[in-house]
């Protein structure tokens, strides 16, 4: 009876692939081990291997088909001794029909026929009975396992791989195949994951298909597992579908700072005690000028397909706490001084980082400001923060040569990416609050006005 040969699933996550090419044609002897096909997945060209020999009798996916299913019959491998007639109503996929068995000379048990699908394809089928068991051919030769006492186990190549996936112990089970070789079926019923006959270390001692990354191929035993709490679940949930649902684009900008360093160091020499202004204080303030200059990108999408216009600028600052990450926020920055802007932020910050923060005081900003320029970082996009239009991402300022008037000069600069979700703010929206925005941070003193 034909072997279907099926799409395999050459990653733990492949549903599908394209048949790329045929590197073997109909009516080529095929052995156990050959590369007879090139399939595409989403991620890479891989080659495909024969688990068993024959001679291939049919293609039934030609070459160039796009979304083949992993499971799917592409091509029938005719076993020793067949012949094309034996591809005549055989239905790919189908169960085949069951043999009626011959009289035999003495009542013997039957011995069950190998499933004839490699990679898992039809069912089993009872086998004549015989008055003795077949040779074996090279193919099950090649597949036999030597157990640590020198004995030989006989199984069939598909049988033999997912043993050793599954840490199935093959000396443990009785073949049902020609010569009591082990067969597919005849682990359906074993024990997985099962600790190996003495003497005889299985090398996948935790299965693969255990634990929650075993989709991903990575077993149990690979790592610990850290329940999340609260403010990680909402923040993972939150995120995932503003990176799904939200169309964004992002808007990066460079913009010299040395105005903006000196601004702060006169600010802090004449503040009262207790009060520091930081840099990412002065970009609190910047921002939401910006927002009131640009009322346009100060704006939120609804369910109901309306926009949102916020009458105030409510700033929200990334903060890093224990285990993940909250958004204080700097309510009405617009109207706030920046020795203000700094108290509150202090205030915020430490009690964020206590968990001690009221819900309104992290829920309902209207704009997001991420800074990770102390950790050297240079550029970077940051997800938005629903139901806001914008987030902005800030990274280290550094010396970088520019040029002035012809003349090449060493400079302060800062790179900022401006995430911006385009149903409500287009690049031209966006762009215009950047403008503005690197006004007040090149020229800084326009911010006091």
Not at 83 to 105: C, I, Q, R, V, Y
Request: glycine letters at 8%.
């Amino acid at each position: 009876m034909p072997i279907q040969i099926t799409m395999p699933a050459l990653s733990p996550t492949m549903e599908e692939g394209s048949l790329a090419k045929w590197l073997k044609k109909e009516g080529d002897e095929i052995s156990a081990g050959d590369v007879i096909a090139e399939i595409e997945t989403d991620k890479a060209t891989m080659e495909v291997e024969a688990v068993e020999e024959g001679v291939l009798g049919k293609i039934l996916i030609g070459e160039g088909t796009e979304g083949v299913a992993v499971n799917t019959p592409i091509a029938l491998l005719l076993e020793e001794g067949e012949d094309k007639s034996a591809l005549d109503n055989f239905e790919p996929g189908a169960a085949p029909a069951k043999a009626e068995a011959a009289p035999a000379p003495e009542a013997k048990p039957e011995p069950k026929a190998e499933a004839p699908a490699a990679n898992g394809g039809a069912a089993p089928a009872p086998a004549p009975k015989a008055a003795a068991a077949p040779p074996a051919s090279a193919s099950e030769r090649k597949a036999q396992q030597t157990e640590s006492n020198g004995s030989r186990i006989k199984a069939s190549p598909l049988a033999r791989r997912i043993a050793q996936m599954e840490g199935i112990d093959l000396s443990a089970l009785k073949g049902s195949g020609p010569g009591g070789r082990i067969v597919k079926a005849d682990l359906a019923g074993a024990a997985k994951g099962a600790a190996p006959a003495a003497g005889a270390k299985a090398p996948g001692t935790a299965p693969v298909g255990d634990g929650p990354l075993a989709r991903f191929g990575i077993p149990a035993d690979r790592y610990t597992l850290k329940p999340a709490d609260n403010i990680q679940k909402i923040s993972a949930k939150r995120l995932t579908e503003s990176f799904r649902d939200i169309p964004h684009f992002p808007l990066t900008v460079d913009m010299e700072i040395d105005a903006l360093l000196d601004l702060r160091k006169q600010i802090n020499a004449r503040a009262p005690e207790g009060v520091k202004v930081s840099v990412n204080d002065m970009l609190i303030k910047a921002s939401a000028l910006a927002l009131t200059r640009v009322p346009e990108a100060n704006a939120s999408w609804t369910d109901e397909g309306q926009i949102a216009m916020h009458k105030h600028a409510d700033v929200s600052v990334a903060v890093a706490i224990e285990g993940g990450l909250i958004t204080p926020i700097v309510k009405e920055a617009e109207s706030k001084g920046l020795a203000q802007i700094s108290t509150e932020m202090k205030d915020l910050a430490s009690r964020a980082r206590e968990r001690k923060l009221k819900p309104d005081e992290f829920q309902g900003g209207t704009f997001s400001l991420s800074n990770l320029g102390m950790f050297g970082v240079k550029t970077f996009a940051s997800i938005i923060n629903p139901p806001q239009g914008m987030i902005l991402s800030v990274g280290a300022g550094e010396e970088r040569p520019v040029a002035r008037n012809g003349e090449l000069v060493v400079a302060n600069v800062m790179t900022v990416t401006l995430t911006c979700d385009h149903r409500v703010v287009d690049g031209a929206t966006g762009a215009k609050w950047l403008s503005i925005f690197k006004d007040y941070v090149e020229a800084p003193l326009t911010m006091l006005i």
